[in-house]
């Protein structure tokens, strides 16, 4: 790995997101957008409000990386710069981390007015610190962007790359607790949660929600968050392949 | 003497279940302009995809300047422009030519220099997708010839550009071969190779020649090149018949 190549990557891959404009403006706005909506949708129970909310905050960072993400790693495929790219001295983990990292940036932007919006303008409660909220948010979007850049090597056009959202997230989202608590579930469909990653962020976040103190099990699902990136990088460098049929 | 910049050994290549490249043999000299060439489809593209190790190949081998194709080392040494222009649209030019200049820790005066070797100095600032399809091939270019390759792989460089653009590249390639650059291209318009020092015709995933533009067309008793390839192709195929 090269830190010179991975970061010029990021400089680049930001560069091309900069021009567009409209892709910016609904990946920082369109969260708090959301949360605002709910936010009103739920005024006559701030309760629910609280809680939906904080899982959302997780959520939303999650799917719009992993959409991005998605679809900028296979535009890279499709014009046959990455073809281009794998003749050159980078290798695939520069290629990886530079764009994890340059929409972690992005995301951490979404991440911090998404939360500004939710926890000051729309009053969501937390019990815990709100830099675990926004912690959690950041990790959860890296690993939305990671597991990205792995599925988008399965994706051979923009339509089955848009497809993987409903395959690969919807059930994560079903299961993750938001609409049902995880141990109410069919115990079958518990035991498949808890291989999701997902299920992981959302209990961190509840945790902080519900606990003045950092508990035992925000740092156990945060590890797992962590980890979890590291193995999709790794993935996703190996099914990157430099010779192709 | 010196060893061959290419050498291709029994080379079998297939793609979506069909054989593309059917047992290639041959040595590409260093130093030289040397032309592939043949028709859409024979496999140009495929073999120029094996040279810079991007291809799955069946069996066989393929040496570049004396390491296997597509090693580490060799992509610091190989510039590849592909078929179609593979530069990001959505950068400008000078954008385009830092990052790949970045990957070979080369300098911002090495850009400079690039950009008015392709005369692009004037559109530095602009998108890639506003510009012109010859402006886009030769930004294209400018990204591979950015490292100062040894060895620069051509896939049809010269195809919709108008002849004076065409006229200045070649000048630029032969400039490139005086300076001890292996340039291999392809190209499936024949009237391009009187420009190279050698020529392989390709047809079929086949070989049909590998020899200098006037051997060829003294072997084969033509005045053109076009004509030369019709002869040696259907030479080929009578005494496949016979
Ligand atoms: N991605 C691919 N998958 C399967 N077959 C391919 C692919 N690309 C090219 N081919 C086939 O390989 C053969 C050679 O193609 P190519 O090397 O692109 O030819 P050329 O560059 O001479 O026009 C053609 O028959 C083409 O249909
Ligand atoms: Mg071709």
Redesign the interface.
Known sequence: MSL??AT??V??VL??LR??RRTVALLLIMPSVLMTLLRYVFDGSPMVFDHIGVTLLGIFPFIVMFLVTSVAMLRERT???L????????SKLDLLVGYGTAFALVAAVQTLLTCATTLWLLDLHVCGNLSFVIGISVADAVLGAALGLLVSAFAATEFQAVQFMPAIVLPQLLLCGLFAPRDSMASWLDAASSLMPLSYVVEALSEVARHAEATAILWRDLGIVVGLIGVCLVLAAVTLR???? | MEAAAIAVKNLVVTRGGRRVLHQLNVDIPRGHITGLLGPSGCGKTTLMRCVVGVQRVESGTVTVLGDAAGSAALRRRVGYVTQSPSVYADLSVADNLSYFASLFGASKQRVRKTMSDVELSDSANQLVSQLSGGQRTRVSLACALISEPELLVLDEPTVGLDPVLRAQLWQQFHELADSGVTVLLSSHVMDEATHCHRLLLMRDGSFVADDTPDALLSQTATLDLESAFLALVSDRTDSQEA
């Open positions: 010179r190549i010029m990557t400089w680049r560069n091309q021009r567009d014009s046959g710069t073809e281009r790219l794998l003749t050159t001295p980078i430099r010779k192709t049929p």
